[in-house]
């Protein structure tokens, strides 16, 4: 067994690598490289049918269908490889969590999820036809209007049925739209006592033994609803679909009770499933969901159902703390069933049901209600199943809205496709990095793709991908080949409507340089208009130029005398003389006096003027007579002198230094002479590249000491 291990472990390497080199591939047009080199041909096509063959012998151990080569159908044999894979993968870990903990899964089920040959030779989804297209009303996805509830019927009502169809009228924060229908049921009317009080869990029916009733006429309907009228809890789960419809579809919906598993077909009984709105609203009956923020949507928005006293486990595994709150984790843990994550991405609208599908959806309700127990009574003792309760009704009052209609402010009880319905490309832009010139081209690209999905009833991902989007927008082929040879991912819709899509990006390429030309020729959105001057208008400009400076100089030397004669009301608060204990000031030698202290605070910038015009300008200042400062004959450089700083007074050198010692004077210059070292012999050091000087290639650099602003560094010869 070791050996064994120890061959694993080395194949893993090598199998890394061939997936790597497998992409590399992929990512490459290999058509292309074989048309020119015949050799290269001849052995991917070589390689292919050792593939294949490979891969039938793993089809076989699995009871499937065989492959052969053919490189036209490569889709549907990829798929068929694909779920083979993936049920080998899941056997193996079934076999290996038996293996490694024996005693604790003996009592573990696990879905079966073996594919027969009938499984195998289905019908590819790609082929089968749209389920809307049978529909008996028209499709519309226009948004013209807000989205009216479907309600033709108010079950269990408190506030009347003629209120559901009132339209709210438009605010400053919400435009126009309808009401939740059961608001008020939901917030008002309270959950059944017993769910209250700790009761002991009731085991599910067993799985080998029992199977799900199958939904698909309106006398089905009927009993169904009677049986589930006497229950006092259900379990509800959705399958949805949105790849092939632009809003999204609800294909199946899964009900069980303590007794019996009720599967719907939700495609067929698409506008006759009104009627459970009687169970569904009724607020003695409790109905489980795991995760209902979106199944509370799509049951409102494709069927006109509501939910009254709704109990979701997800908030309950929150709450809780659990390490994981997936509903595959829930079933492991407290139902001891494994189910199979191969179908949780299965294209629901696939009629027959196969059993593996069948099987699948029927485990995501059949345990449910014997987790809820579990969980109803841990949130008892904790004393958190209140909170639960109030996040449960919280995800039952969100409501459906068209983009168009949705808030002005995002709230988590409004559901849109869309959160932003000004500019709904914007995220976009940001998240495959779109440069500004290209912007236009994704905007009108994105506009298009859309439309054609409302028209079409299709997701704007089958139409025209965003990973595609943001390629033909980078590129811009303005050529039909050149479209279709961007990428490797080739829609339907691409090759329906190439030469289209060619003559959106030409349009919108031109329209760019148009603008761009319009651009260069205006400035502030003003368009510069070419004038023909004569010598007079030239002479006119300058003498009006000549005459704005004189103005201009006029009137900043009546700003200074102004501010010059009523300097004294800045240094005093009154205009009066002012009198001091021994001699009084006259009025104009104080106005003498306010003269000179602006004019030393107007002296330094009048210097910064000058100097900046190269300017020679003489600024009178009073004349003070002070001695020249004492400069120390060692100084070279003086630093951070301001420019602005006060004279200082005066002071009279006192000769306070002590007497010299005669006895020490041959030591006076030994003081001064800096010592000098003893010279060291440097020692070529050896290069370590585990040093910590070389760990970085480049080094950080040092960082300079900046100079001060405003000032300034004089240097003395």
């Known amino acids: 067994m070791k050996d064994k291990v120890e061959g694993v472990q080395e194949l893993f390497p090598e199998l890394a690598n061939a997936i790597r080199i497998a992409t590399a591939i992929e990512a490459q047009d290999i058509k292309f490289y ?117 309600l033709n019927q108010k079950y269990n009502s408190v506030v009347p049925f003629e209120e559901v169809h009132k339209l709210v009228p438009e605010t400053d924060d919400n435009p126009q739209h309808h009401n939740h229908p059961y608001e008020f049921e939901i917030n008002s009317q309270e959950y059944p006592k017993w769910i209250l009080e700790r009761r002991e869990p009731i085991v599910n029916q067993p799985w080998e033994s029992t199977t799900a009733i199958y939904v698909e006429t309106e006398q089905q309907v009927g009993d169904m609803i009677d049986t589930l009228s006497k229950a006092d809890v259900i379990a509800v789960d959705l399958e949805h679909h949105d790849l092939r419809t632009y809003y999204g579809l609800v294909c199946l919906m899964q009900i069980s009770t303590r007794n019996q598993d009720y599967i719907v077909d939700t495609l067929k009984l698409r506008f006759k499933l009104q009627p459970l709105n009687k169970v569904f609203t009724d607020p003695s009956i409790v109905k489980v969901f795991h995760g209902a923020f979106m199944d509370i949507i799509w049951l409102q928005r494709d069927l006109g159902l509501y939910v009254v006293s709704l109990f979701d486990t997800f908030h309950a595994s929150k709450l809780l703390g659990f390490p994981k ?107 495959y990095n779109i440069p500004r010139s290209r912007q236009p081209v994704f905007i009108a690209l994105y506009n298009w793709r859309d439309e054609i999905a409302r028209e079409d009833d299709e997701s704007t991902r089958y139409v025209l991908p965003n990973q595609l989007l943001a390629t033909i927008t980078s590129i811009s082929p303005t050529d039909v080949s050149s479209l279709m040879s961007c990428s490797n991912i080739r829609t339907p819709y691409l090759k329906k409507y190439a030469t289209e899509l060619v003559e959106i990006i030409k349009s919108t390429l031109k329209e760019g340089a148009e603008n761009q030309d319009v651009k260069s020729l205006t400035s502030n959105g003003i368009e510069k208009k070419a004038e023909n001057v004569d010598y007079q208008t030239v002479l006119n400009s300058d003498r009006l130029y000549s005459h704005l400076m004189d103005s201009q100089k006029q009137l900043d030397n009546e700003a200074l005398n102004l501010l010059i004669q009523d ?151």
């Open 34 to 150: 074989e048309s020119l080199d015949k050799s290269l041909e001849a052995s991917v096509t070589e390689s292919s049918k050792k593939l294949i063959s490979l891969t039938n012998k793993i089809l076989t151990c699995l009871n499937a269908k065989t492959l052969k080569y053919d490189p036209s159908n490569i889709d549907t044999d990829y798929t068929e490889i694909t779920n083979g894979l993936d049920s080998l993968c899941e056997r193996v870990d079934i076999l290996l969590d038996k293996a490694s903990k024996p005693s604790s899964t003996n009592d573990v089920k696990y879905l079966e999820d073996s594919i027969s040959k009938d499984q195998a030779s289905r019908k590819s989804s790609k082929d089968m036809i749209k389920p809307q297209i049978e529909y008996n009303y028209p499709i519309d996805n226009t948004e013209s209007n807000p989205f009216r509830p479907l």
């Open 325 to 431: 709150h997936s509903l595959a984790y829930l079933l492991e843990t407290y139902a001891k069933f494994k189910t199979s994550k191969k179908y949780q991405l299965a294209d629901w609208r696939v009629r027959p049901l196969t059993k593996p599908l069948l099987a699948y959806a029927r485990s995501d309700t059949h345990f449910l209600l014997y987790i809820f127990d579990q969980l109803n009574n841990m949130l008892i003792e904790s004393g958190k199943l209140s909170q639960v309760l109030y996040d449960s009704r919280q995800v039952a009052l969100r409501r459906f809205e068209y983009t168009k209609f949705r808030p002005n402010f995002p709230t988590p009880l409004v559901v849109s496709p869309l959160n932003d319905r000004k500019e709904p490309w914007k995220q976009l832009l940001y998240l």
């Open 567 to 717: 300097s004294r009301i800045l240094l005093h608060s009154s205009n009066v003389a002012v009198s001091y204990s021994k001699n009084n000031v006259s009025e104009e030698s104080l106005d003498e006096r306010g003269t000179s202290q602006v004019l030393k605070i107007l002296a330094p910038q009048a210097l910064v003027v000058s100097e900046s015009e190269n300017e020679e300008e003489e600024v009178k200042t009073p004349e003070t007579k002070a001695e020249p400062e004492k400069e120390d004959p060692r100084e070279v450089i003086v630093l951070n002198r301001s420019a602005r700083s006060k004279p200082q007074p005066v002071v009279p050198e006192v000769d306070d230094q002590p007497p010299l010692d005669f006895a020490g004077a041959d030591k006076v210059m030994l003081e001064i002479e800096p010592r000098k070292k003893p010279k060291q012999s440097r020692k070529k050091r050896s290069f370590d590249p585990y040093a910590q000087s070389n760990k970085d290639p480049h080094p950080e650099p040092k960082k300079h000491a900046k100079f001060n602003e405003n000032r300034s560094a004089v240097f003395k010869k």
